[in-house]
């Protein structure tokens, strides 16, 4: 589904599609025999019935096939190493954030996260989650249902991160003078330049000091998208001859517009101190690395700190 300005979604269209693929990632990777990260709440999120179609979906964007071609096959397994090495740099953050003393979190776009329900948070943290109305309801009632109780004082945002996000956030109590610990994982490309650039400025605005951001960044530049989607073009015209469901691909939800600005520049322009870990240097360093070195992990994980 092409990507407008203004439109919407739930858990099982468009963007809200993409947070289930990647449950359904941190599921796999729970249930593995060494797994790099648990996330228990991540198989239940991904098994309702009204998520059939978008498992099925996934399943069929991520099958393999004697008949592919290596080189434009999706690699499930290389998707579910990256999204564990994701998933443990982040929870480390928050451990740290929550070490350094910090109490107020905001994760951005929360889709499916169940960090509010699964990290060990002290007493007192309130954990605001900002996502379109109806994939915060379909979280929380799934996992009402499943019987968990968040690990902290979980506050829903619902609302638009195009929209006036702030005022909302304020809304459900957010105290802008207190430090805080802010997440975008996942989701810068499916916003708009202008809302990126935005949102920044909104994150600044309503941090205190000690406060501390943590931004996903995605490596892939143009000239290798194209490539990758012409690859992505030729294997699914096989597929379709094949029969096989080709409605499910993440890269047409992407905002392609110029100009975003680099996070690390701009949290350093604006007085915070930054840090950047390359994605491959952190599976590196967790034992879990690129399994080809023909597709290694270009993204990178940038965090600063507000002084």
């Given at each position: ?12 269209t468009s963007v809200g599609a ?275 070195e023909d597709r290694p992990f ?10």
């Amino acid at each position: 589904m092409a990507r407008t300005l203004d439109d919407s979604w739930d858990i099982a269209t468009s963007v809200g599609a993409t947070a289930v693929m990647v449950a359904l990632a941190r599921a796999r990777e729970t249930a593995a025999a060494d797994p790099l990260i648990r996330d228990q709440f991540a198989e239940p999120l991904v098994s309702t019935p009204e998520l059939e179609g978008v498992r099925e979906q996934v399943a069929a964007w991520w099958a393999g096939s004697d008949d592919d071609d290596p080189e434009s096959a999706v690699d499930a397994q290389a998707m579910i190493d990256y999204q564990a090495v994701r998933t443990h740099f982040f929870d480390e953050y928050f451990g740290n954030a929550v070490d350094a003393g910090i109490r107020q979190v905001v994760i951005l776009a929360a889709g499916l996260d169940s960090r509010a329900y699964r990290l060990a948070w002290p007493a007192g943290t309130v954990v605001y989650e900002i996502d379109l109305p109806k994939v915060l309801e379909y979280k929380a009632t799934v996992l009402a249902d499943h019987g968990a109780t968040p690990a902290a004082d979980r506050r829903p945002v619902p609302v638009d991160l195009r929209h006036d996000w702030p005022q909302a956030l304020r809304d459900a109590g957010f105290d802008a003078g207190r430090a805080t610990a802010w997440l975008a994982e996942g989701l810068l490309p499916f916003l708009p330049a202008a809302a990126q650039e935005a949102m920044f400025a909104s994150i600044d605005e309503l941090s205190g000091p000690g406060s501390r951001v943590a931004v996903e960044i995605f490596g892939i530049d143009p000239e290798k998208r194209r490539e990758a989607e012409e690859r992505w073009a030729e294997l699914k015209a096989k597929r379709e001859a094949r029969g096989q469901d080709t409605s499910f691909n993440p890269f047409d939800l992407w905002f392609d517009d110029e100009g975003r600005p680099d996070s690390a520049e701009w949290f350093g322009a604006h007085g915070w101190a930054t840090r950047t870990v390359g994605a491959r240097e952190e599976a590196l360093r967790l034992g879990r690395p690129p399994r080809s070195e023909d597709r290694p992990f270009a993204n990178s994980f940038v965090t600063a700190t507000k002084p």
